[in-house]
């Protein structure tokens, strides 16, 4: 469909202050290389070329990093590759991100001896050649902000989550220079007449709530945010917040700290009628065309027709922009991307009036999130709450002295494991999946866990030892770097008497089966947090079966976009949707 608009930026600020423009506006932020590529059908190298894109495509804007402070492509040293990245254009990429366990600065020493960029050095070139060069009706989003994100990528996620509750004033310290870093380079650009919007893309949820207690983000990260909101409501400009992920605990705090909008609004994570219901009078959102399916698996039409859907349900009365529910990546495919664009600009005049079943597609859906609302009751005979404050106050003199004190009363290690601790770390766990309480604590708790047993570890290998549940040989599929998750499980499994053996990330097919053949687990589990690499799992039970060795062991599969069908679908013994579900599940199989 020929698209006849202009670029108009005050289009896309009606719809930042929650009115009707003439039509919705596109809204993506991020659309990788290689998409971009195909649509022009032409190299993308020039700041023009850039430009270029963004103009063709139909969008008010063109979007620009400020470069500064972007460790998610990982400072030096801190780097993990994942070779063989699928994307839909006939070859794979790798890609470095910075690597989970430990980052650059784990310490006040590494926090003091660092040399942070500066200010002064900062390349303003971009920004007076937009200014000079923009095509008419267009202006710039300025993508800045990510304090939180680029921390935690600074200390390496479990070091972050550890500091969190062990040395908060080291990860306040890194957090605050940060913010400081970020918000200099965001009074220099906004400087330009060019900048329209600023979005920030910090990452603080995943698809069942906060990465971390909001205590935190409300005095450490929200306070900058706030900062950089005041100046632009002075100026005049849009400020839009992107977070992957469930943030209802949050979003009146997204208000306060001034942002117009809230983008990606993932459909497996948050609710969008819900979401415009509660807050839509105040914020606009962007967003919600499902990334982990629709535009991934589905054909056009079903593209076609999801934003129809949107549009129909979300834009009437303003208030909302069409974008991905993250970015458009290098595997969505190219004629996906374009049904995206066409179907915003043919459904999206004001006013809306698009009747419910217009355009049918086959809508993808991804796993929603599966809260509990009980706990499990307890039983043991042992005080299993002792271990359990232990535990999350990762009080490790307490916890042994609890485990002491029921040995002298005559109970064997074993039971002491079974019937103490590991019932502990379950009521841990179902916390964790109520979200009572967040990752550090669970990643805490179960550390705490494990150094309790390798104090006794000495007496739990003699007489009266727990039984070792089984080896797990656990890694993250080829192409595909997600492995907070899959730590998560991994310890977990760990706390509950599994042997485990971490392969790491992007663990191709040829891997796993010579960990089969090396280390004889029962159990090989596959973790998967990006859609095109979940067909890896599939690749690796197929591997499994070449190698005569699929019999010898269960398969399990996880991550936030693997569904029970899916497993089934591809042959695996069985899906758990989180850390605490797949120890269960393990304890099922070799039941
Ligand atoms: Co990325 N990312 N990311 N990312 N990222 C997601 C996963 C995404 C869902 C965001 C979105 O759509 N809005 C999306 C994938 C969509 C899809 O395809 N379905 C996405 C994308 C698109 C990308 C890139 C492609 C972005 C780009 O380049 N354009 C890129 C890909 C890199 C690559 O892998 N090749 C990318 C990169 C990154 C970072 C490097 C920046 C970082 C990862 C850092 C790291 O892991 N070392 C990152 C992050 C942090 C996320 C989000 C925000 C959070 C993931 C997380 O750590 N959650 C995520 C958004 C989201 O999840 N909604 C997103 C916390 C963790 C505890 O939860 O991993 O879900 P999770 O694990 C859960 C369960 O899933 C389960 O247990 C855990 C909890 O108990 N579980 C299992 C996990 N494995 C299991 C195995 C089991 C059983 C249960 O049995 C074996």
Redesign the pocket.
Known sequence: MKRELKPDFERYMKALHCEEPDCVPQGDW?V?HRPKEAFMGRKITTLQDHVDFWHTAGYDYVTSSSGILEP?RAPEGMT?K?EA?HTEYGDKVS?E??N?HEGMLTSWEKFEAYTWPSIDDFDLSKWDAFDLNLPKGMKAILLLGKIY?TAWMYMG?ETFFNALEQDEELAAAIINKIGEIQYQTFLRVTEHSCVGAVLNPD?I???TGL?VHPKYLRKYVFPWYKKMGQVCREKGIGFIFHS??DCTEVMEDFIDCGFHAFN?I?PN?MDIVEVKRRWGKKLCLIGNIN??STL?LGTPNDVRAEVYERIRTIGPGGGYMVSS???I?D?VPPENMKALIDATYEFGKYPIQLEEGGVKGKFWTSTTKVRKTETTKIETGLDVNAYVDAFLSNDLPKAIAAMQRDIDRGVSPGAVVSDGLIPAITIIGEQ?QNGQIY?PEMMIAARAMSATLDHFKERLTGKGAAKKLGTVV?GTVQ????????N??AMILKGQGFQVEDLGVSVSTAKFVQAVKEKKPEIV???A?????MIEMKATIEALKAAGLRDRVKV??????VTPAFAAQIGADG????????AKLCKELLA
Do not use: C, E
């Open positions: 991020h990788d998610v993990t994942g990245v890609r991100w910075a989970t994100t996620a990452d949820a995943f698809n990465l992957d992920g990606p993932q994570a990334l982990d991934t529910s993250n970015s990546t595997y964790f990752i656990i192409g595909d770097l997600h492995d907070i998750g899959k998560l499980v589990a596959m973790s947090l990006l859609t095109t690499t399990i599969v996880g991550g936030a976009p899906n758990a949707y989180d850390a605490p579900g797949a």
